[in-house]
């Protein structure tokens, strides 16, 4: 098993930036890929951004790139996710996942979930 703890969010206005973290322990051997998903209220739960464990391939939805940015600490289990130029549209519920397989933007594969962490950007 793995496990996921998120941590971060909070309220900022737009424009303003929050760093989110996500801290794996366990299994952590089993892990190919990372990934943050967020989930606004009424609304799917959609990809953000994925990184693979080696750190060396990162992902994007076209959403966030440019503002966001994903990145893997090894020595300390973490991915981080650096969310600059936020707008009232990145409201959401933010989800660390992980991923025992190549990288995927369907949050249907993830086999591993954190507990996730409100993210608020006020107009």
């Known amino acids: 098993q793995v496990q996921l703890v998120e941590s971060g969010g909070g309220l900022v206005q737009a424009g303003g930036s929050l760093r989110l973290s996500c801290v794996a322990s366990?299994?952590?051997?089993?892990?190919?890929?990372m990934a943050w998903f967020r989930q606004a209220p009424g609304k799917e739960r959609e990809f953000v951004a994925a990184?693979?464990?080696?750190?060396?391939?990162?992902y994007y939805a076209d959403s966030v790139k440019g503002r966001f940015t994903i990145s893997r600490d090894n020595a300390k289990n973490t991915v981080a996710l650096q969310m600059d130029s936020l707008k009232p549209d990145d409201t959401a519920v933010y989800y660390c996942?992980?991923?025992?397989?190549?990288?995927?933007?369907?949050?249907?594969?993830?086999?591993?979930w954190g507990q996730g962490t409100q993210v608020t950007v006020s107009s």
């Open positions: 996942a992980a991923k025992k397989s190549y990288y995927s933007a369907s949050y249907r594969e993830y086999d591993y």
């Open positions: 366990g299994r952590t051997f089993s892990i190919y890929a």
């Open positions: 990184v693979r464990w080696s750190g060396l391939s990162t």
